[in-house]
């Protein structure tokens, strides 16, 4: 499908053609564009006049409209494969995709329903979660690891999904390897903020290849991983329901999640007083939908192991994409991860 390059292209017309596909005999009159959220994607909140009285009045389009949406379009079109492919195939709190379209240019978009016309609370990495909301966070992250897990056709079914190896993962090996790039973020605040220890780009990199080579063992179960589950991609329903959003699916261990999800979202002393029993209980959530869990010695094993996944992304990650204070405040929370769980040591490096 022909995707717009800029917002004058997102015409009645156009948005007709994409929406009717899965809703049909839906015609759009007229559109225009409530506000613009800049960062890896262009975020638009449109409104949209249709023939349809049911049809909701705002939706959220997602669409590479920034200087630097060239570098992403992987990016892009993995989430488009994540609403097209994967949710339907997982029981997932996740928003309704109304339209997900590519283009042979490598291109993708998605349209979402309006979160906020139902009132949900969205929440941010400044304000770390709680015991017990982390618990059903876990709950549904089981429920989505569990439908595809060790799953035969795994990789043939989800071949469009990257895994977490050094060339997926080229970007940020780029600036990690690139001495003048790596300085930038080393000496911004999330570096200072960082124990020096960390600030060794060999040794960080020696980590992620320990990392994938474990990944790689027999006894390693793997998933379809949400990919990027951090506070701000997570939010509640009305009801206190757990939502998932903003998905970067990837293929690898079922710990890259949980490491991430766990370090990322609670306060630094209390992941130190938590970690252990939230992993128990993810495990024990993994029993009750079928699956033979891994052990807990395991577990807390690969949970150590993948600390060194969203150090990597916190420590260079664009403050194009988040803001300065987001970035130190996630790397801070990885950075004492790695010393706390001697992360180093877990990989021999």
């Given at each position: 499908?022909?995707?717009?390059?800029?917002?004058?292209?997102?015409?009645?017309?156009?948005?007709?053609?994409?929406?009717?596909?899965?809703e049909?005999?839906?015609?759009?009159?007229?559109?225009?564009?409530?506000?613009?959220?800049?960062?890896?994607?262009?975020?638009?909140?449109?409104?949209?006049?249709?023939?349809?009285?049911?049809?909701?009045?705002?939706?959220?389009?997602k669409?590479?409209?920034?200087?630097?949406?060239i570098?992403?379009?992987q990016?892009?079109?993995?989430?488009?494969?994540?609403y097209?492919?994967?949710?339907?195939?997982?029981?997932?709190?996740?928003?309704?995709?109304?339209?997900?379209?590519?283009?042979?240019?490598?291109?993708?978009?998605?349209?979402?329903?309006?979160?906020c016309?139902?009132?949900?609370?969205?929440?941010?990495?400044?304000?770390?979660?709680?015991f017990d909301?982390?618990k059903?966070?876990l709950?549904?992250?089981?429920?989505?690891?569990?439908?595809?897990?060790?799953?035969?056709?795994?990789?043939?079914?989800?071949?469009?999904?990257?895994?977490?190896?050094?060339?997926?993962?080229?970007?940020?090996?780029?600036?990690?390897?690139?001495?003048?790039?790596?300085?930038?973020y080393a000496?911004a605040?999330?570096?200072?903020?960082?124990?020096?220890?960390?600030?060794?780009?060999?040794?960080?990199?020696a980590?992620?290849?320990?990392?994938t080579?474990a990944?790689?063992?027999?006894?390693?179960?793997?998933?379809?991983?949400?990919?990027?589950?951090?506070?701000g991609?997570?939010?509640?329903?009305?009801?206190?329901?757990?939502?998932?959003?903003?998905?970067?699916?990837?293929?690898?261990?079922?710990?890259?999640?949980?490491?991430?999800?766990?370090?990322?979202?609670?306060?630094?002393?209390?992941?130190?007083?938590?970690?252990?029993?939230?992993?128990?209980?993810?495990?024990?959530?993994?029993?009750?939908?079928?699956?033979?869990?891994?052990a807990?010695?395991?577990?807390?094993a690969?949970?150590?192991?993948?600390?060194?996944?969203?150090?990597?992304?916190?420590?260079?990650?664009?403050?194009?994409?988040?803001?300065?204070?987001?970035?130190?405040?996630?790397?801070t929370?990885?950075?004492?991860?790695?010393?706390?769980?001697?992360?180093?040591?877990v990989?021999?490096?």
């Amino acid at each position: 499908m022909r995707l717009p390059t800029d917002i004058s292209d997102i015409t009645p017309a156009w948005l007709t053609e994409l929406l009717s596909k899965d809703e049909p005999g839906l015609v759009v009159d007229s559109v225009s564009i409530v506000d613009v959220q800049h960062g890896a994607c262009t975020k638009l909140r449109v409104a949209a006049r249709t023939n349809r009285n049911d049809f909701p009045s705002t939706l959220m389009m997602k669409v590479g409209f920034e200087p630097h949406s060239i570098a992403m379009q992987q990016m892009h079109v993995n989430e488009y494969h994540a609403y097209a492919d994967l949710i339907p195939t997982v029981d997932l709190n996740a928003p309704k995709c109304f339209g997900a379209a590519k283009d042979d240019e490598g291109r993708a978009l998605v349209v979402l329903e309006d979160l906020c016309l139902r009132d949900v609370e969205f929440l941010t990495l400044q304000n770390p979660i709680g015991f017990d909301l982390a618990k059903r966070f876990l709950e549904g992250l089981a429920r989505f690891h569990a439908r595809w897990w060790n799953a035969p056709d795994l990789d043939s079914r989800f071949g469009w999904a990257p895994d977490t190896s050094e060339d997926c993962f080229a970007h940020y090996f780029h600036l990690l390897d690139t001495p003048e790039q790596f300085q930038r973020y080393a000496t911004a605040p999330r570096g200072a903020a960082m124990p020096k220890m960390l600030l060794d780009p060999p040794r960080v990199h020696a980590a992620h290849v320990a990392m994938t080579a474990a990944h790689s063992s027999k006894n390693m179960a793997m998933v379809v991983n949400h990919g990027d589950m951090h506070l701000g991609n997570l939010y509640l329903d009305a009801d206190g329901t757990p939502g998932f959003l903003d998905m970067q699916p990837r293929r690898g261990a079922w710990s890259i999640d949980v490491s991430y999800f766990l370090i990322a979202g609670l306060d630094l002393v209390d992941r130190r007083r938590w970690e252990g029993t939230l992993i128990q209980h993810y495990l024990n959530c993994l029993t009750k939908e079928g699956v033979d869990a891994p052990a807990f010695d395991a577990a807390w094993a690969a949970y150590r192991r993948d600390v060194v996944w969203g150090l990597l992304i916190w420590m260079l990650n664009s403050s194009q994409f988040q803001t300065e204070a987001n970035n130190t405040a996630a790397a801070t929370r990885f950075a004492m991860a790695m010393v706390d769980l001697d992360t180093f040591g877990v990989l021999g490096v």
